[in-house]
T-cell receptor, first 113, second 110 residues
C-alpha cells in the first residue's frame, strides 16, 4: 500500500477565491491522479499528473480551472480556481502502485459558500 | 469506452445477513477489477481486486470473482456486521485510469 496525506483535510471558502490542495506520498511514484467526488456521487477523474510534464485533463476539466503542479515524484498540488458553490466536493489524490492498484489519500472536503 | 454499472442502493440489512452487490462492466480490453469501500467520514480504501478472468479477490470476509463471460464482479459477504456499513464502489482500470460505478450505500442494523 501507500501512505498518502492531503492538506487541508477540509475547508470552507468564499466564492470567487481559490484553494490549493496538497498531496504528499511516502515514496516516489510516477503517476498521481486527482479525483472529484461531488456530494452523494461517485468519483470522477480530473487529471493525471506526471512529474516533468503537464497534467493530462479529462473531458470536462480544464487547466485554467484546475491547475496542477507536480514538482517531484512525491508531491503534487491541485488548485480549484475562482470557486463557485458547484465546486463543493471531496477532492482526492491517488497514486499508482503495486501492479495495477491505485491508493487514495484521505481527501479534502471543500465547501464553497 | 469503459463503464461500470453497479446495483443501486441503499441497501439495509440486519447483522449476520448475506450481502450481495451486483457489478457489471463494459470494457474494450482486459481490465483489472476492484472494489473500494468508503466508511463514513473517511477516504477511499481498496477492499479487494482481481486482475484476470476467474480470479477471486477476497478481504475481510468479502469476495468477488472476475467473470469474463458475464462481464461481472459481484461483491459478496456471508455474514455482515454493523462495522460493514459503508459505501461500496466497483471500479475497473485500463490504461491506468479508474472508472467507478455509482456506489452502493450499505447500512447494517444491529
Amino acid at each position: 500500500s501507500a501512505v498518502i496525506s492531503q492538506k487541508p483535510s477540509r475547508d470552507i471558502c468564499q466564492r470567487g477565491t481559490s484553494l490549493t490542495i496538497q498531496c504528499q506520498v511516502d515514496s516516489q511514484v510516477t503517476m498521481m491522479f486527482w479525483y472529484r467526488q461531488q456530494p452523494g456521487q461517485s468519483l470522477t477523474l480530473i487529471a493525471t499528473a506526471n512529474q516533468g510534464s503537464e497534467a493530462t485533463y479529462e473531458s470536462g476539466f480544464v487547466i485554467d480551472k484546475f491547475p496542477i503542479s507536480r514538482p517531484n515524484l512525491t508531491f503534487s498540488t491541485l488548485t480549484v480556481s475562482n470557486m463557485s458553490p458547484e465546486d463543493s466536493s471531496i477532492y482526492l489524490c491517488s497514486v499508482w502502485r503495486g501492479g495495477e492498484t491505485q491508493y487514495f489519500g484521505p481527501g479534502t472536503r471543500l465547501l464553497v459558500l | 469506452g469503459n463503464s461500470v454499472t453497479q446495483m443501486e442502493g441503499p441497501v439495509t440489512l440486519s447483522e449476520e445477513a448475506f450481502l450481495t452487490i451486483n457489478c457489471t462492466y463494459t470494457a474494450t480490453g482486459y481490465p483489472s477489477l476492484f472494489w473500494y469501500v468508503q466508511y463514513p467520514g473517511e477516504g477511499l480504501q481498496l477492499l479487494l481486486k482481481a486482475t484476470k478472468a476467474d480470479d477471486k479477490g477476497s478481504n475481510k470476509g468479502f469476495e468477488a470473482t472476475y467473470r469474463k463471460e458475464t462481464t461481472s464482479f459481484h461483491l459478496e459477504k456471508g455474514s455482515v456486521q454493523v462495522s460493514d456499513s459503508a459505501v461500496y464502489f466497483c471500479a475497473l482500470t485500463e490504461d491506468y485510469k479508474l472508472s467507478f460505478g455509482a456506489g452502493t450505500t450499505v447500512t447494517v442494523r444491529a
